[in-house]
T-cell receptor
Framework: AQRVTQPEKLLSVFKGAPVELKCNYS??????LFWYVQYSRQRLQLLLR??SRESIKGFTADLNKGETSFHLKKPFAQEEDSAMYYC???????????FGRGTSLIVHP | NAGVMQNPRHLVRRRGQEARLRCSPM?????VYWYRQLPEEGLKFMVY????????ESGMPKERFSAEFPKEGPSILRIQQVVRGDSAAYFC???????????FGEGSRLTVL
């Protein structure tokens, strides 16, 4: 079974502070991991996926198979980063991404 | 490309009525997913369809809920005899294939009185 856990419902930081949104997963095989983001009044959209190994809007995420984690990080948060962030997992051979419950990030000026 | 279009955006129904939610995928997308978001919860998978076929409906309640994606026209999520517990936001997403990047609609918010 696939499971995604985002332990923090809300993360509140000040502008310029580092940010880490936690994501842990449960899956026995080789997963594909994603981060989706929903800004205020916008639709949910893909932020990044682990296989791309790229930095988007200053965010990076590394898949740690030993700790079964895929935390999203940014060294210096900006106010425009305030949004709802969802971690998602797709197991090999499965068509269905499983989403975590989401973490609301608020970046204060 | 207008993106994934869902309608209605807001729907109010009384208990026992039927709710029909429509989803037009992005142009060129033949894969459609429906998710439900209950208050204080994340996105819960309901059903995955390709044109004219239900591929996986493991997240759908066994009764009252059905989904279709006809050859022509939008995908429809149908909820019969709605109850208060059906009140939620229903999101549709589409993709070109099963590689995992989903493009989401803005959601349809169902309120059952």
């Amino acid at each position: 079974a696939q499971r995604v856990t985002q332990p923090e419902k809300l993360l509140s930081v000040f502008k310029g502070a580092p940010v880490e949104l936690k994501c842990n997963y449960s899956y026995s095989g080789s997963p594909e991991l994603f981060w989706y983001v929903q800004y205020s009044r916008q639709r949910l959209q893909l932020l990044l996926r682990h296989i791309s190994r790229e930095s988007i809007k200053g965010f990076t995420a590394d898949l740690n198979k030993g700790e079964t984690s895929f935390h999203l990080k940014k060294p210096f948060a900006q106010e425009e980063d305030s949004a709802m962030y969802y971690c998602a997992l797709k197991g090999g051979g499965s068509y269905i991404p499983t989403f975590g419950r989401g973490t609301s990030l608020i970046v204060h000026p | 490309n207008a993106g994934v279009m869902q309608n209605p955006r807001h729907l109010v129904r009384r208990r026992g009525q039927e709710a029909r939610l429509r989803c037009s995928p992005m142009k060129g997308h033949s894969h459609v997913y429906w998710y439900r978001q209950l208050p204080e919860e994340g996105l819960k998978f309901m059903v995955y369809l390709q044109k004219e076929n239900i591929i996986d409906e493991s997240g759908m309640p066994k009764e009252r809920f059905s989904a279709e994606f006809p050859k022509e026209g939008p995908s429809i999520l149908r909820i019969q005899q709605v109850v208060r517990g059906d009140s939620a936001a229903y999101f549709c997403a589409s993709s070109t294939d099963s590689t995992g990047e989903l493009f989401f609609g803005e959601g349809s918010r169902l309120t059952v009185l």
